[in-house]
């Protein structure tokens, strides 16, 4: 069931990375990522500065009644914002991955595209529940993409 709180965003900080790198590291997160290694703090933490310094790359911290219950980062390359995310262990199976993406997606104008592992069926139906569509798979990912949009809140 879905809570009526709406989610809100908010840039992550240095403050985060306790939380993040413990959502990065979760066995499931793991599975769904395309570098599934367990990642040291030292390695968390110096990715972390390194991406808060970026110009192209956000990370945002998705909250639903101040408690985060996900994350989505956006790397701006030639015009489009590539996007990941993921819902907090103890967030999920109530529709909020879907809730959390497909309002992220109506702040973005841009083109938008996301790689999804092609066993990963939550993302899968994520990405389509966001009007982000499958245009392509080739060695076990499928790539999804949504045009630019007009009149949207750019990211």
């Known amino acids: 069931m ?6 809100k965003f908010r840039p ?7 939380i993040l790198l413990r959502w990065r590291n979760d ?4 599975k769904s990522s395309k570098n ?25 911290i998705a909250e639903r009644g101040r408690v985060p219950v996900g994350t ?3 790397d701006y390359l030639n015009g489009v914002n590539e996007l990941s995310w993921t819902i ?5 199976g109530r529709g909020i991955g879907k809730e959390m993406v497909a309002l992220f997606v109506k702040q973005i104008d841009t083109p938008i595209r996301a790689e999804i592992k092609i066993d990963n069926d939550t993302s899968k139906h994520i990405a389509e529940y966001a009007d982000i569509d499958l ?7 499928l790539y999804y993409q949504r045009p630019a949009t007009f009149g949207s809140k750019k990211n």
């Open 12 to 18: 992550a900080t240095m403050k985060d990375a306790d």
């Open 2 to 7: 879905v809570s009526n709180t709406k989610i």
């Open 27 to 30: 066995p499931q997160t793991r």
């Open 88 to 92: 907090a262990p103890e967030a999920r």
């Open 36 to 60: 599934s290694d367990l990642i040291p703090m030292k390695q968390h933490v110096k990715w972390l500065m390194s991406s808060l310094k970026d110009k192209n790359r956000k990370i945002h």
């Open 72 to 74: 989505i980062r956006t």
């Open 135 to 141: 245009f392509r798979e080739e060695n076990g990912m």
